[in-house]
């Protein structure tokens, strides 16, 4: 009798690089807020930050040291998932780097994206193959597990074995820092190798599910000019309407996650990890909150959600590789947290486009 074997697409290597400039709350108590009317904020430094650290839950994030950029902190934590994956990075078919600015250097006002950064990250590499071929992905936040759903789909198509998915952002380059948002935005860089493999049973990724709202939620995320009245206008920033993107996600998230659950027909309790995107811990604990309640449960279960951005803030396309990289290697501060084969995990992201998407993975 025939044993039956499936094609597996597995995560076979992460790797993650995190900045070494750590930026408290309390470093912007000489900053001076301003809200969206130009007029300046009343509230002392200590009660903006309470009120900020109590919603977000961020206490400190990481910036890049003025001599890197976002493609170069992207090559290290792609190099660390290729030495993980312990594969020749010459059989790597695709390079996937998902992003949202490109190289923006400190002290300029301009982004760079001309090679692209996975072009310039496979030169980092050394890799010679021509036959490896990369290009960038923006998608917002959610953009590195875009990159996985697209490498699943490369894959399964016969047109690639080897994928390296790579998501690298330095959002401290284009905030606005008279604006309380820039406290939310963080560097960072995670990757990932994404390879067939056979197997017995179903590993690897069992579903996923992605969507675009543009027709009235386009510019929920956007670049725009700060709002001190003396600004020069042809500076633009990172803004966002943080109200109308936290009902967007605790509207929309909670059903892509149970539509990508629902593809695979397993039971919510099955779950034993969900890597979701770290912008708001309040934001992501309703979003878990009403993604159980879907399925009439009505509590959630204790440590089903590794949470990093406490002292990471929110990197962007980063978080979650950043985070998935932490907890497989029993690293940073989710060492509480541990995988096991077997295990059934789901990541899910939401971020400017407004995109979403969401994966079923069994680890």
Known sequence: MAIETHQNIIITGTGSYIPTSIVTNEDFAGTVFYDTDGTVFEHSHAEISEKFRAITGIIERRYVTDDLVASDIGAVAARRAVEDAAIDPEEIDQIIVAHDYGDVRKHTIQTDTVPSLASRIKHKLRIENPFCVGYDLLFGCPGWLQGLIQAEAFIRAGQAKNCLVVGTETLSRVVDMHDRDSMIYADGAGACVLQLADGMHKNGILSSISATYAKNEAYYLYMG????????????????????????????VPNAMKAALDKVGA????????????????????????????????????????????????????????????VRKGEGEEKGHCLHPGDLIMFASVGAGMNINAMVYRY
Do not use: C, W
Request: aromatic letters at 10%; zero cysteines.
């Open 225 to 252: 000019q700060s709002y001190i009245e003396s600004a020069d206008p042809k500076i633009r920033y990172i803004k966002m309407l943080g109200r109308k993107i936290y009902e967007f996600a605790l509207t929309h």
């Open 267 to 326: 039971d919510i309790h099955d779950l034993k990890k969900i890597f979701i995107h770290q912008a708001n811990e309040k934001m992501d604990d309703e979003i878990i909150k009403r993604f159980y309640r879907l399925y009439k449960v009505r509590e959630v279960p204790e440590g089903i959600t590794p949470m990093s951005i406490h002292k990471l803030g929110n990197s962007s396309v980063a978080t979650i590789p950043t985070l998935y990289d932490q």
